[in-house]
């Protein structure tokens, strides 16, 4: 390398190159590029992000749409006990929420016993008979994408049911796969780490810290 470049390509392939390059100039390449840990884990990927946003819509959709049904139906009962819960919210839109399924299905209060299993049985028809019409036919659902996503998400409402505690854990589904994304993301930065450090991929000269280029000039297929 002459004393005036700063980089020398040495060859071109498939779209890769082989350069040497000044090492004060690959460090301050590195220092430039390089994203510290903390700011990865501030960066949630989309993906990740929309799925916990989908999640929590979940449940005061499928509930909202439970309780129009029931009324259809004409589950008096189960309508009144739907609609006694939906009254009580203070919010703006007074959206069911997940604590209203988890209360459904937790302790059974001595005086609604009666009325409280059967919304729990009829929740379960809703489900398996209702429950993906409602997201078929729902105009405001307008991406097939997301259709299905609805409709997944009947498959993980019913399996909630067979859980000793249903629902309870329901939302830390969407933090479960960030976790999995997050671990997978890191496994792949050790093996990257790991291949570069091999003394197969780069061997250490200390007399000539350029030697390597050369070596992978040669190995370079």
Same mark, same amino acid.
């Given at each position: 390398?002459?004393?005036?470049?700063?980089?020398?390509?040495? +060859?071109?392939?498939?779209?890769?190159?082989?350069?040497?390059?000044d090492e004060q100039l690959l460090n301050?390449?590195?220092?430039?590029?390089?994203?510290?840990?903390?700011?990865?884990? +501030?960066? $949630?990927?989309?993906?990740?992000?929309?799925?916990?946003?989908?999640?929590?819509?979940? $449940?005061?959709?499928?509930?909202?749409?439970?309780?129009?049904?029931?009324?259809?139906?004409g589950y008096k009962q189960v309508d009144?006990?739907?609609?006694?819960?939906?009254?009580?919210?203070?919010?703006?839109?007074?959206?069911?929420?997940?604590?209203?399924?988890?209360?459904?299905?937790?302790?059974?209060?001595?005086?609604?016993?009666?009325?409280?299993?059967?919304?729990?049985?009829?929740?379960?028809?809703?489900?398996?008979?209702?429950?993906?019409?409602?997201?078929?036919?729902?105009?405001?659902?307008?991406?097939?994408?997301?259709?299905?996503?609805?409709?997944?998400?009947?498959?993980?409402?019913?399996?909630?049911?067979?859980?000793?505690?249903?629902?309870?854990?329901?939302?830390?589904?969407?933090?479960?796969?960030?976790?999995?994304?997050?671990?997978?993301?890191e496994s792949k930065e050790i093996s990257?780490?790991?291949?570069?450090?091999?003394?197969?991929?780069?061997?250490?000269?200390?007399?000539?810290?350029?030697?390597?280029?050369?070596?992978?000039?040669?190995?370079?297929?």
């Open positions: 390398m002459q004393d005036d470049q700063t980089y020398q390509i040495l +060859k071109k392939c498939n779209g890769k190159v082989i350069i040497q390059i301050a390449i590195n220092t430039h590029f390089t994203i510290k840990p903390q700011q990865v884990e +501030k960066e $949630v990927p989309y993906q990740i992000k929309k799925q916990h946003n989908f999640q929590r819509r979940i $449940v005061p959709f499928f509930m909202n749409q439970f309780m129009h049904w029931a009324e259809e139906m009144g006990y739907l609609r006694g819960i939906h009254k009580k919210k203070t919010s703006k839109q007074q959206k069911f929420e997940l604590g209203d399924l988890k209360k459904l299905f937790g302790v059974i209060n001595p005086r609604t016993k009666k009325i409280q299993m059967e919304t729990q049985h009829k929740w379960i028809e809703f489900l398996s008979v209702k429950a993906e019409i409602c997201v078929l036919v729902n105009n405001k659902i307008k991406d097939q994408e997301t259709k299905q996503m609805y409709i997944q998400a009947i498959e993980n409402l019913k399996d909630e049911l067979k859980k000793e505690q249903p629902y309870d854990k329901f939302l830390s589904l969407c933090k479960k796969e960030e976790s999995n994304n997050s671990l997978f993301e990257i780490k790991e291949e570069y450090s091999s003394g197969e991929y780069a061997p250490t000269y200390k007399n000539n810290p350029y030697h390597y280029l050369s070596y992978a000039y040669n190995n370079y297929d």
